[in-house]
């Protein structure tokens, strides 16, 4: 049963790395939560996490948190390996789960955590925060106010440098990751493309090994369509050796420029242009966003409001799961494993 809009939303965080850092400070910006337990394989992690929330609790093992009964929600940052076991087990002992992105390491994994949520009436989010950044969020309201009339296509670029011994670390052994660059923040862009242009029913592109001496992709390339015809043209890398994100959306009437995510990827900045009845050069209006990111607790909010009206999440589980076939299908064309294969 849905808690009332009283009760506070116990949460067990499990994973203590930098991702479960920030759900846990995310946590602490939202009104009604509590971090009740840190679990992380590494009981220095824990107890570093758990410290610094007074009456939270540390453990190295996640099924003492979820046995919990005080704790109705969990959140599963951990390697990209361990994420849907986890919260399998965290759904199967009727507790709701923000997961974090990809979710799982293939689509089967997904499948099989819907249908135990589907049976415990409980919700699962999937944790792409890129949806609530700010110059996001304003691209979202012009695209719904229609000032960019009729959308034609979308253009994303996203990538990093990578760092000495990238290709030594996790993300670069398929057996923990699932893949490489296209599963790591290919498929944010896949979202993002998603969330503006609806479902693609033609996935086409390859993914790369250019540069890093590892087995998993370092570059990848996708053209996708729905079936009106719109097109994202994607391309997500990690030699982009100075970081950055690019997201264009362009309708008949006009086209939004998001440019940065902060950090690293340079202010987040958005841009308006508007078409003129004459054409030539458009009308422009630019917000800038540097007052730093503040997606996390946006989006853990959203997910106890999803909790507190016990509505289905977006993104949930069925958006992960279109992602995560489409990440398939583009590693079977290029020749990589994936979980099936």
Request: proline share 5%; with cysteine.
């Amino acid at each position: 049963m849905a808690p009332s809009s009283q009760t506070p939303v116990s949460f067990a965080i499990i994973g203590c790395g930098l991702i479960g850092k920030k759900r846990a400070a995310a946590l602490a910006g939202v009104p009604g939560t509590k971090l009740a337990y840190a679990c992380d394989l590494d009981p220095a992690r824990a107890a570093a996490l758990s410290g610094a929330y007074p009456g939270s609790k540390s453990s190295t093992d996640h099924r003492e948190a979820i046995a919990d009964s005080s704790v109705g929600a969990v959140v599963v940052s951990t390697l990209n390996s361990s994420l849907a076991p986890i919260a399998l087990d965290a759904v199967n002992a009727g507790k709701h789960v923000l997961l974090e992105k990809p979710g799982a390491l293939g689509a089967g994994q997904l499948r099989e955590l819907k249908q135990a949520a589907e049976q415990k009436g409980v919700s699962v989010r999937i944790g792409y925060n890129h949806r609530f950044h700010p110059a996001l969020l304003k691209a979202r309201e012009i695209v719904d106010s229609g000032a960019l009339g009729p959308l034609m296509f979308l253009r994303g670029r996203y990538g990093h440098g990578g760092r000495k011994g990238y290709d030594r670390e996790w993300r670069a052994d398929p057996k923990l990751s699932g893949g490489g660059e296209l599963i790591d923040q290919g498929v944010h862009l896949i979202d993002l493309a998603s969330w503006f242009l609806g479902e693609f029913t033609t996935v086409e592109g390859h993914a790369s090994t250019l540069f890093w001496d590892m087995k998993v992709d370092d570059n990848a390339f996708l053209s996708l369509r729905t079936a009106a015809g719109q097109t994202a043209w994607l391309h997500v890398s990690c030699t982009e050796w100075k970081n950055m994100f690019s997201l264009e959306i362009y309708g008949r009437d006009g086209k939004l420029s998001v440019d940065g995510l902060g950090g690293s990827y340079g202010t987040e900045r958005l841009v308006h242009y508007r078409m003129l009845p004459e054409m030539g050069p458009p009308e422009a209006t630019m917000w800038e966003f540097p007052s730093g990111d503040n997606s996390w607790v946006l989006e853990t909010s959203a997910f106890v409001d999803d909790i507190r009206a016990g509505r289905a999440p977006s993104p949930g589980l069925r958006e992960g799961i279109r992602i995560l076939d489409m990440v398939e299908t583009i590693y079977r064309k290029s020749g990589y494993p994936t979980p099936n294969s």
